[in-house]
Structures are given as C-alpha cells and as structure tokens.
C-alpha cells in the first residue's frame, strides 16, 4: 500500500558513467570489454516512409483533420535507453533504462556522507 507512495517522494537522479564494462556478443569479441556509453535520440522523421506518405494523401485537400490528434498525455517521463559501442569492435547495442525525471551522463561520483553544499 505504502509502496508507490515511497516511490513519489524520492528525486531520482541518475547518473551513468560515460564508459562500461560488459558483455560484447560481436563476432569478434565475445567477451566482456569497454562500451562508450551515449544517451538515444530518436533520429529525424522520413518524408517517404509509407505512413507518411498515406497520411499526407489523406491530409490533402478539402475536409480538415482527418486523423486523431493524441491529447491525452498521461506519462510525465519517459524511459532512458541508453546507446553502447563496442570500443574493440564497434558492435552497438542498446539498454533500456527505468523511467526518470533527471538523467545524467558522465557526471560527478556522489560520495556516501559527503557533505552537500
């Protein structure tokens, strides 16, 4: 019952290291070796990609919208995925990370009972 309630209070700030060590299941490498670590960003919208396409024919013309417009946005946050190079081989892979308010990358190591000025 108290469980969600916790949660709400805390300010999660995550921090991830600019490099990582793990699994590269690349042809070559198959071991564990250093990742350089990136933040995704979703890359910019095609012109002809058949969805677009259709709904621009759709748009055209006489009539208005025509399709739905979404209104209801009901997540706050979204979830971090995070975009990991190979350093040996250049094999890319991505993790997805929990939903948070406050990402950062490759900032300063909080140390425990340091004081906070």
Same mark, same amino acid.
């Given at each position: 019952?108290?469980?969600?309630?916790?949660?709400?209070?805390?300010?999660?700030?995550v921090?991830?290291p600019?490099t990582? @060590?793990?699994?590269c299941p690349?042809?070559? #490498?198959k !071991?564990?070796?250093?990742f &350089?670590?990136?933040?995704? /960003?979703?890359?910019k919208a095609?012109?002809?990609?058949?969805?677009?396409?259709?709904?621009?024919?759709k748009?055209?013309?006489?009539?208005?919208?025509t399709?739905p417009v979404?209104?209801?946005?009901?997540k706050?946050? @979204?979830?971090?995925?995070?975009?990991?190079? #190979?350093? !040996?081989?250049?094999?890319? &892979?991505?993790?997805?990370l /929990?939903?948070?308010?406050?990402?950062?990358?490759?900032?300063?190591k909080?140390?425990?009972?340091?004081?906070?000025?």
């Amino acid at each position: 019952f108290f469980f969600f309630e916790s949660l709400s209070n805390r300010s999660t700030m995550v921090n991830i290291p600019k490099t990582r @060590k793990t699994f590269c299941p690349g042809s070559k #490498c198959k !071991a564990h070796k250093l990742f &350089k670590v990136a933040q995704y /960003k979703a890359g910019k919208a095609s012109l002809f990609a058949q969805g677009k396409r259709r709904y621009d024919r759709k748009q055209k013309g006489f009539g208005g919208q025509t399709k739905p417009v979404f209104k209801k946005k009901a997540k706050t946050t @979204k979830k971090i995925v995070l975009r990991m190079e #190979c350093t !040996a081989c250049g094999y890319k &892979k991505q993790q997805t990370l /929990k939903r948070c308010k406050h990402f950062e990358l490759g900032g300063e190591k909080r140390v425990k009972g340091a004081a906070v000025y």
